[in-house]
């Protein structure tokens, strides 16, 4: 069973960092893709989520997530897809989307970035597949 771990507010400044040296472009495409995609989205705070298998292990998986008094609205028209869900649903479809985008950008000028992203995305999809808003999760991305 994975368990997701809220990032401490100490550590916080290292979540983009573990993630990549690309750091700065990761955080700035998340913000990218909320503003394109979640509805009404003007910025906000955002947790900052890692994934354990159990206590003992490491991180099996790293997301963000928009703090809200309710659920979030993603709308792609890239598929006709328009779903409610939690702050934790769409963060994960985010993240899953961004990890994506990454692996496809660095395909050809960057193989092993691009494996290391690719990985990112299935240790999150894992993850995606047992929520129990893995329906709306997965039409937003298919």
């Given at each position: 069973m994975i368990t997701e771990l809220i990032v401490p507010e100490n550590e916080r400044c290292t979540f983009y960092p573990s993630i990549s040296p690309r750091f700065i472009h990761i955080e700035a495409y998340c913000y990218h893709l909320?503003?394109?995609y979640?509805?009404?989205y003007n910025g906000g705070y955002w947790e900052f989520v890692e994934l354990h298998k159990d206590?003992?292990?490491g991180v099996v998986g790293r997301y963000a997530s928009l703090v809200t008094n309710g659920?979030?609205?993603?709308v792609n028209p890239m598929n006709y897809s328009d779903v409610t869900l939690s702050s934790s649903a769409a963060g994960i479809a985010l993240f899953m989307m961004l990890y994506s985008d990454y692996a496809n950008i660095l395909h050809k000028s960057k193989p092993d970035e691009c494996e290391y992203f690719s990985k990112l995305y299935f240790q999150l999809k894992d993850y995606a597949c047992e929520h129990h808003e893995s329906d709306k999760i997965f039409a937003?991305?298919?």
């Amino acid at each position: 069973m994975i368990t997701e771990l809220i990032v401490p507010e100490n550590e916080r400044c290292t979540f983009y960092p573990s993630i990549s040296p690309r750091f700065i472009h990761i955080e700035a495409y998340c913000y990218h893709l909320a503003s394109k995609y979640v509805d009404g989205y003007n910025g906000g705070y955002w947790e900052f989520v890692e994934l354990h298998k159990d206590s003992s292990s490491g991180v099996v998986g790293r997301y963000a997530s928009l703090v809200t008094n309710g659920t979030v609205r993603l709308v792609n028209p890239m598929n006709y897809s328009d779903v409610t869900l939690s702050s934790s649903a769409a963060g994960i479809a985010l993240f899953m989307m961004l990890y994506s985008d990454y692996a496809n950008i660095l395909h050809k000028s960057k193989p092993d970035e691009c494996e290391y992203f690719s990985k990112l995305y299935f240790q999150l999809k894992d993850y995606a597949c047992e929520h129990h808003e893995s329906d709306k999760i997965f039409a937003f991305l298919d």
